[in-house]
């Protein structure tokens, strides 16, 4: 997922349940520049900046909110893109409950914090691999906007994914199964610090 609320949600994940998140979003309110008397200040730049800091944390699985409802009350208070510091998403998924020997329903959270990649790696992501339409939404955002976003959120459209660290618990194939059908997320591996594509129809484990 790229590093801002709004991406999160223009990629296709405005249903994700969160648990917790934490973030800021700022603005400048003003930028003047004065004459300086002295002979040794080359410019005086002057800055009012309007700043909001998020800390937030559900009380409980039932009291998540999605992402896209996030949204709506931080346009409320004027805030709409959050950069985001973690995000911690709840994912449905059925275990098999050794105790009541039947499956049981539960929410995985993952927590989601931002890593910088390189531009080249987004390159990696060609026309026969299926993260490609993921890709391609991400270009058609980037051409559009210039004309649909406001100058606050064009800022903020970098290319820094967030990323986590799956349970231990987890397999390759059981993270694949909770992800796939997830528009916004592309799946990695990590090897000897290195991260690849692990693209969703991939055999191998990680």
């Known amino acids: ?31 003047n520049r004065i004459e300086s008397a002295c002979c040794l200040v080359n410019d005086h730049l002057q800055t009012l900046t309007e700043l909001y800091s998020i800390n937030w944390k559900a009380q409980g699985d039932q009291e998540s909110q999605t992402i896209e409802a996030i949204l709506k009350l931080l346009e409320i208070e004027g805030c709409p893109d959050l950069f985001l510091k973690s995000i911690t998403v709840l994912k449905p ?11 049981r329903q539960t929410n995985i959270p993952f927590i989601f914090h931002p890593h910088p990649f390189k531009p080249s790696v987004f390159e990696r992501l060609k026309g026969r691999m299926p993260s490609f339409p993921l890709y391609s939404r991400m270009k058609e955002i980037r051409k559009n906007l210039s ?60």
């Open 93 to 103: 998924w059925t275990i098999y409950d050794t105790n009541l020997l039947q499956d």
């Open 147 to 206: 004309v649909d976003l406001d100058e606050e959120t064009k800022k903020r459209w970098r290319d820094i994914l967030l990323i986590n660290y799956p349970h231990k618990s987890l397999t390759n194939e059981e993270i694949r199964n909770i992800w796939k059908a997830d528009p916004s997320v592309i799946l990695l591996k990590e090897s000897k610090g290195k991260f690849d594509f692990m693209e969703i129809d991939e055999s191998k484990g990680a």
């Open 1 to 31: 997922m790229l590093n801002s609320l709004r991406a999160v949600e223009m990629l296709g994940g405005a249903k994700n349940k969160v648990l917790a998140i934490t973030g800021q979003y700022s603005r400048a309110i003003s930028s």
